[in-house]
């Protein structure tokens, strides 16, 4: 089992920044891939971001490429999204989730372990 602990959500206004984390436990060496996912009301879940093992391969949605930045720090367990240039639209519910398999790929069911989300709202 891995348990995931999003941080760093809260209230900013549009084109200012943001920096979630999320902190892994429990069987953190299965944390293969980590994505960053969000969803907002009325609306279906969006991969967002997604980071390889070693972090020499990434994906980003066309939505927010140029403007965030997903890393992760194995050391610590944690993978980061630094969120730049923040519009109304990114307003969401931010997840954290973990693959214990090799190779990026945005399909949910293809995620074993969740984190319970962070709440992300931009201000016009």
């Known amino acids: 089992q891995v348990q995931l602990v999003e941080s760093g959500g809260g209230l900013v206004q549009a084109g200012g920044s943001l920096r979630l984390s999320c902190a892994a436990s429990?069987?953190?060496?299965?944390?293969?891939?980590k994505a960053w996912c969000r969803q907002a009301p009325g609306k279906e879940r969006e991969f967002v971001a997604a980071i390889n093992w070693s972090g020499g391969s990434t994906y980003y949605a066309d939505s927010v490429k140029g403007r965030f930045t997903i890393s992760r720090d194995n050391a610590k367990n944690t993978v980061y999204l630094q969120m730049n240039s923040l519009k109304p639209e990114d307003t969401a519910v931010y997840y954290c989730a973990v693959r214990a398999r090799l190779g990026i790929v945005v399909v949910s069911n293809e995620y074993d372990y969740w984190g319970q989300g962070t709440q992300v709202t931009v201000s016009s």
């Open positions: 429990g069987r953190t060496f299965s944390a293969l891939v």
